[in-house]
Every structure is written in C-alpha cells, then in structure tokens.
C-alpha cells in the first residue's frame, strides 16, 4: 500500500512538472510548429512528438471555432464564414495554415493558435455580415 502512494505521489509530481515546464515556454509559433511536425513527417511519425503536434492543432482548431460560434452569437458576425455544413479535417488545417503562411510569411511568428485564426479567415472571408 505505501508503495502504490509513492508511485502515485511520483506520478503526480511529475505530471504538474510537466505542465509547469510547459507553460514557462509559452505558445508554440507557427513556425515551430513546423519545423517538428515536418520533421515528424519525414520520420514516419515514429517519435511522440508528432501525436503532441497533431493534438495541438486539433485543439486549437476546435477552441477557435467555438470562440468563432461565441462572438456570432454575442455579435451577430463571426471572424471566418465558413459553410455551415462543412467540416475541417485536421489535414485541412494543415494545408490551410500552410497556404496562410506562404501568403503572409510574418504569420511564422505569431502565435500557432493567432496564425490558425488568420488561416481560416483567408480560407473562408465574410463578404457581408
């Protein structure tokens, strides 16, 4: 029994390590962003990195489109108008946010989440609102 709560003391100390390491370096650029999971990509994705990577994105992804929903609903008018019955696969964003930084190469060093927001502004603008 004492043994089971040093393992789960350890196991907790290192977890909250890990987040504490993790927010002192703050938000990953989207040229960073990049450089790893390009790199990932070259490597068939055999490092956890590229789970971390991928993870990352998805996240965003899905917190900005409910920020996105938030401020229609508050403002009537959104940042992006994407088709309502369109979903975006994660390869999607990839391939959106690519295409946003070879637009506009100075979104390399914005935050990753800011520069996804760019991305799919450029993918899908709001004409009228």
């Not at 450089?35 to 917190?63: C, H, P, W």
């Not at 409910?66 to 401020?71: D, L, Q, R, V």
């Not at 690519?98 to 603008?125: H, N, Q, W």
Request: proline letters at 3%; glycine letters at 6%.
């Amino acid at each position: 029994m004492r043994t089971t709560n040093k393992i789960t003391n350890l196991a907790i100390a290192v977890l909250i390590t890990g987040f504490l390491a993790g927010n002192a370096y703050g938000e990953t650029s989207a040229k960073e962003f990049f450089k790893t999971y390009d790199a990932e990509v070259k490597n068939n994705f055999k490092r956890i990195e590229q789970g971390y990577q991928k993870a990352l994105l998805q996240g965003m992804s899905i917190g900005i489109g409910w920020a996105n929903t938030i401020i229609e609903n508050e403002t009537g008018k959104k940042l992006w108008c994407q088709p309502a019955k369109l979903a975006v696969s994660l390869d999607q964003d990839i391939s959106m946010l690519r295409l946003a930084l070879k637009e506009d190469p100075t979104l390399e060093k914005v935050p990753l989440g800011m520069a996804l927001i760019y991305a799919y502004k450029y993918t899908f603008p709001c004409h009228k609102q």
